[in-house]
């Protein structure tokens, strides 16, 4: 389970990573005006199905969960106990409700699962839209009713995982500390004939455009979510997934460059967690599975640059790049960096690195 600051520099150091992560979810016009709003006090509206997705949960089903404890803050610590620490935002405006941010196209999820809909639970992904909080507003306000943090931001891009929505349905309070009630993303989506790592599968979800983003015929699994062809074209469709309508399937090579893309990513990362002078300096043992990944990359259409979880932005190519170990389970991919921070300012020039 995440852990919270508890010192107040330490409190305002996490508000400071958060609101650089939160803000690159905006075209970089937006940002300065969203960062004069929180600094007023006030929420911003955020674009979902970027940097996150969010899921909306009753004022119904929470307050079930909190049994005779009817505050906020009681109803807080219930959220972080069910979401293991992951984002949560209250909007307490009658009925209040509760919104878990969890990983960009998680809110198709909700589209596998008819328990979730009879919940009342709303997915908000691409083309929604989410009114976020100032990063340090972590506390219920009666006199204003604004949003606030129920569960702040931890560590940049560090989400909720869409698995525990579950647990808020098919469980009674004194069960939430079991772990065998916990039902991943991954188990709720993907669907293959091929057995599937634990990691790979969360990772592989990622990969699936999200619905809002494709055509009838992608939806329907008339057509690669990927490359656009279709299935009458000559080409094999296999199915990622998907329920209720809609049902997205790839091809074998957008399939495989895919698949190929998460392994490296994995293989490399596996690297790291077992060598230490990849945590200070660029290690040529860890290159081979770091150019596949690196390849694949560019051979997907990426961009060239990724964004680190504490917000700094680098190049693929650079050596001072690494897998993000901070973490034992994975829900998207996620990269740290060798050396200081130079990114802090969302102005500031990309690190390129050294080409490997």
Same mark, same amino acid.
């Given at each position: 389970m995440? @852990? ?19 803000? /690159? ?8 005006? @969203? +960062?004069?709003?929180? !600094?007023?006090g006030?929420?911003?509206? %955020? #674009? ?11 004022? /119904? ?8 404890? !009817?505050?906020?803050? /009681? ?12 984002? *949560?935002?209250?909007?307490?405006c ?6 878990? =941010?969890? #990983? ?27 009114? *976020? ?8 306000? #009666? ?27 098919t469980?009674?309070?004194?069960? =939430?500390?079991q ?22 599968? $969360?990772?592989?979800?990622?990969e *699936?455009?999200?619905?809002?983003? =494709? @055509?009838?015929?992608?939806? $329907? ?5 990927w ?7 000559? %080409?094999?469709?296999?199915? =990622? ?9 790839g091809?074998?090579?957008?399939? !495989?460059?895919?698949? @190929? ?10 690297? *790291? ?5 990849? $945590? ?24 060239? $640059?990724v ?5 700094? #932005?680098?190049? &693929?190519?650079?050596?001072? &790049? ?21 990114? +802090?300012?969302? /102005?500031?020039?990309?690190?390129e690195?050294?080409?490997?």
């Amino acid at each position: 389970m995440t @852990t919270h600051p508890d010192n107040t520099s330490d409190r305002q150091a996490v508000a400071g990573s958060a609101e650089h992560w939160l803000l /690159a979810a905006l075209d970089p016009e937006l940002r300065e005006g @969203t +960062r004069q709003q929180w !600094q007023a006090g006030r929420s911003a509206v %955020m #674009p979902t199905g970027r940097l996150f997705s969010a899921v909306g949960l009753p004022h /119904a089903l929470v307050l079930a969960h909190a049994g005779e404890q !009817q505050e906020f803050s /009681a109803i807080d610590e219930v959220m972080s106990k069910v979401f293991e620490g992951g984002p *949560v935002i209250c909007d307490p405006c009658r009925p209040a409700r509760w919104y878990a =941010l969890v #990983p960009p196209n998680a809110a198709l999820w909700l589209r596998q699962s008819e328990a979730w809909r009879a919940a009342g639970i709303v997915g908000l992904g691409a083309g929604s839209y989410i009114s *976020v909080p100032p990063p340090d507003a972590t506390a219920h306000d #009666p006199r204003t009713l604004e949003p606030y943090w129920a569960v702040p931001v931890s560590l940049p891009g560090d989400l909720c995982d869409p698995g525990h929505v579950d647990r808020l349905i098919t469980t009674t309070p004194d069960q =939430l500390d079991q772990e065998d009630t916990v039902m991943t993303g991954a188990d709720v989506l993907l669907t293959s004939d091929e057995p599937w790592d634990p990691d790979e599968a $969360r990772l592989m979800i990622q990969e *699936v455009p999200a619905a809002e983003r =494709l @055509t009838r015929q992608q939806n $329907r699994g008339e057509s690669c979510v990927w490359c656009g062809q279709a299935a009458d074209e000559g %080409m094999d469709l296999t199915r =990622l997934g998907g329920g209720l309508g809609w049902w997205p399937h790839g091809c074998a090579a957008c399939g !495989q460059l895919r698949i @190929t893309y998460v392994r490296a990513y994995l293989a490399w990362r596996r690297h *790291v967690l077992d060598c230490q002078s990849c $945590r200070t300096e660029w290690c040529p043992d860890g290159w081979s599975p770091a150019l596949t990944h690196q390849i694949a990359h560019a051979a997907t259409g990426k961009a060239a $640059r990724v964004l680190c979880a504490c917000g700094c #932005p680098l190049a &693929l190519t650079s050596r001072r &790049l690494l897998p993000y170990v901070e973490t034992n389970i994975l829900f998207h991919l996620r990269y740290s960096h060798t050396g200081p921070c130079h990114g +802090r300012d969302m /102005a500031a020039p990309v690190d390129e690195g050294t080409e490997r």
